[in-house]
């Protein structure tokens, strides 16, 4: 079983920064492809961000030039850096991971997180 958990989030103003942290737990290999996903709402679940098993990343259109996806020095721990945060990035921001890149193949990813609340005031 692999288990995903988040921290960082909270409420902060427009043009603020967030670091969201996720730790994964209970197999590197079911979990070598990770990324972030968000869910506002009343709205669908949408990919932020991903990174993959060679470091290479991905993001949404949304979020280019603002977020950024990394991995921990800690092989366990990803991590989410936002930058010039809008209010219409508040949503529940979630963790997720699977063995595979699931974005190249237009699937979802098995594993995910309990999700981390961001709230941008404007």
């Known amino acids: 079983q692999v288990d995903l958990v988040e921290s960082g989030g909270g409420s902060v103003q427009a043009g603020a920064s967030l670091r969201l942290s996720c730790v994964v737990s209970?197999?590197?290999?079911?979990?070598?492809?990770r990324g972030w996903f968000r869910q506002a709402p009343g709205k669908e679940r949408e990919e932020v961000a991903t990174?993959?098993?060679?470091?290479?990343?991905r993001y949404a259109d949304f979020v280019k030039g603002r977020f950024t996806v990394s991995k921990g020095d800690a092989e366990n721990t990803l991590y989410l850096q936002m930058e010039s945060l809008k209010p219409d990035d508040t949503a529940v921001y979630y963790c997720?991971?699977?063995?595979?890149?699931?974005?190249?193949?237009?699937?979802?990813?098995?594993?995910w997180g309990q999700g981390t609340q961001v709230t941008v005031s404007s």
């Open positions: 990174f993959g098993l060679d470091g290479r990343t």
């Open positions: 209970g197999g590197s290999v079911r979990s070598s492809y």
């Open positions: 997720a991971a699977d063995s595979f890149p699931w974005w190249s193949f237009g699937k979802n990813p098995q594993y």
